[in-house]
Nanobody, 126 residues
């Protein structure tokens, strides 16, 4: 079991940057693949990015590819989402999530994730 707490959200102008952090409890952080999801008002939760246990493998939604970077520091039990060139359509509550990873599989479906943070609001203004 792992507990996840997101931070770093806020209000930013279009074109700006934010870095979200997700701090995990426990000593088994490296057992989990990690993902970021977001949910905008009136829309379903959507996949943003995922990273493998070691941090060597990543996958991104097309909507954020080239702008967002997911990374992790297993020594600090933390996963990050660096968001650059933010757009108003990036406005959403952002959630980090964890799944028990076996092999080299990366998950993009929210139903595959076992643990979720409380979410952090990101608002991008024009």
């Amino acid at each position: 079991q792992v507990q996840l707490v997101e931070s770093g959200g806020g209000l930013v102008q279009a074109g700006g940057s934010l870095r979200l952090s997700c701090a995990a409890s426990g000593r088994t952080f490296s057992n989990y693949g990690m993902g970021w999801f977001r949910q905008a008002p009136g829309k379903e939760r959507e996949f943003v990015a995922a990273i493998s246990r070691s941090g060597s493998g990543t996958i991104y939604a097309d909507s954020v590819k080239g702008r967002f970077t997911i990374s992790r520091d297993n020594a600090k039990n933390t996963v990050y989402l660096q968001m650059n060139s933010l757009k108003p359509e990036d406005t959403a509550v952002y959630y980090c999530a964890a799944y028990t990873q076996t092999g080299n599989v990366l998950k993009v479906s929210d139903t595959a994730y076992d643990y979720w943070g409380q979410g952090t609001q990101v608002t991008v203004s024009s």
